[in-house]
């Protein structure tokens, strides 16, 4: 399935949201990215960074199957959200 951008976009805020709710894990990415928590508000305006912060959620099953449940989407979503935004484009070797 094919997301437009500001589909994508809205599970990054979403999923922006509940990473600044997440105490656990929100130092983990800060610490992970070298972003501050500036650059986290600032990031909400900016469809890399929200790419970025998706690219990070899919690093764990774990952070997946949370952030997806809490929101009620399937878990294939956000891999449709990260392909949607800059820099998220399948690359092909060949």
């Known amino acids: ?3 437009t951008q500001e589909s994508a976009e809205t599970v990054g805020l979403q999923a922006l949201a509940w990473l600044a709710g997440n105490e ?3 130092p983990v990415f800060l610490g992970s990215t070298g972003a501050s928590e500036v650059d986290v508000r600032n990031g909400a305006t900016d469809p890399e960074f929200l790419g970025g912060l998706l ?3 899919m690093m764990d099953d774990a952070w997946v199957i949370s952030f997806c ?3 009620s989407i399937p878990y294939v979503r956000l ?3 990260r392909q ?3 820099g998220g484009e399948q690359v092909h070797w060949t």
Do not use: Y
Request: net charge negative.
């Open 79 to 81: 891999m449709e959200a």
């Open 69 to 71: 449940d809490s929101i």
């Open 55 to 57: 690219e990070f959620l």
């Open 24 to 26: 656990d894990l929100l």
């Open 84 to 86: 949607s935004l800059p």
């Open 1 to 3: 399935m094919t997301m």
